[in-house]
């Protein structure tokens, strides 16, 4: 269902546009003025467009627009605003400040409805780019490229706020065989097989990645060296119970793990060496194992 978010000082607009977009099986959030519309923002990551009233006392419709396109999170989201001052200055400032489209009251609501079905195509659009850039398209995992700005984002949190985060690399053992004796669509079965128990394992917040052919990184934010073995673990133990259907009957893998934690310093390069020397001797040591060098 598409969520819309209404912001509007005028109770009465609220009501009449918010029955219009429900006629049209939009479900609509409402905001009476720019703070409840920003709280609700942070609150619900689910809402695909804001229709933003221009004129109102608290806040203008122009500087939650700014403070929007300001915050990471949700800069991203489509922004009509709706004004009854069409000057151009106005209207040059709304788009300027990064809104997709304006409506001037008192607007024809059937062009204002195909405003909003305009906006969420250009969002559909741009969602299904960004999901192309950032995952792999065999087991739907962000990508490596994703990982490397993610990951280095998190180190900067935990740099700042002194913090602790993991990560873990992982390597299916003896994949090659998998693909010899099976074929490579079974070996592909297994890849996503795995990934699907991946995102079953780890915490929303945890990045799962798939990092190269058979292996696999997880960043995991706030979690200490301790904790992370202990993931590693629990994840390598659920893949050794794992069976998969083949037309040679069920088949079986294992995983090596390396873990590495942040410290004071902590460079990405470093972090992610330290992980993949664990896996290294994970594999060294008999594999089915996790090791970490910290
Ligand atoms: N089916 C499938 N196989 C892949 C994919 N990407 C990489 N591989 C295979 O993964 C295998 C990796 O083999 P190796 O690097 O020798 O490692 P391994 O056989 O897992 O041995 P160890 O890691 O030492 O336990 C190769 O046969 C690759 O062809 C993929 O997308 N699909």
Redesign the pocket.
């Known amino acids: 269902m598409t969520h819309i978010l209404i912001v509007d000082d005028v109770a009465s607009n609220l009501v009449l546009l918010g029955s219009h977009l429900e006629d049209q099986d939009y479900s609509v959030i409402e905001a009476t003025n720019g703070p409840q519309a920003l709280d609700l923002l942070q609150s619900h990551d689910d809402i695909d467009l804001v229709l933003l009233d221009v004129e109102m006392p608290k806040m203008s419709g122009l500087e939650v627009l700014r403070k929007i396109k300001q915050d990471e999170q949700i800069k991203d989201l489509p922004v009509i605003l709706v004004t009854a001052n069409g000057d151009d200055q106005n209207v040059v400032d709304g788009l300027d400040l990064g809104a997709v489209d304006y409506v001037i009251k008192p607007y024809s609501l059937s062009v204002l409805l195909a405003r909003v079905r305009s906006a969420l195509r250009e969002k559909e659009r741009l969602d299904l780019m960004e999901k192309w850039a950032t995952t792999d398209p065999?087991t739907g995992l962000y990508n490596r490229r994703f990982f490397f700005e993610q990951a280095q984002r998190e180190l900067e949190r935990v740099q700042r706020n002194e913090t602790d985060a993991s990560f873990i690399i992982l390597?299916?053992?003896?994949?090659?065989?998998?693909?010899?004796e099976y074929?490579?669509?079974?070996?592909?079965?297994?890849?996503e097989g795995l990934a699907k128990l991946f995102k079953e394992t780890f915490r929303k917040v945890d990045l799962c990645c798939r990092f190269?052919?058979?292996?696999f990184v997880i960043c995991l934010p706030d979690t200490d060296t301790e904790g992370a073995l202990l993931v590693a673990e629990r994840t390598r133990k659920k893949v050794e119970e794992l069976s998969f259907n083949t037309e040679k009957g069920p088949l079986h893998v294992t995983i090596?793990l390396g873990v590495s934690s942040a410290n004071e310093n902590t460079t990405l390069e470093d972090m992610l060496k330290r992980a993949d020397d664990a896996l290294y001797q994970a594999?060294q040591n008999g594999?089915n194992r996790t090791e970490s060098l910290d």
């Open positions: 065999l390597d299916i053992d003896h994949f090659k065989k998998v693909n010899d074929g490579h669509l079974v070996g592909d079965d297994v890849l190269g052919g058979e292996e090596s594999k594999r």
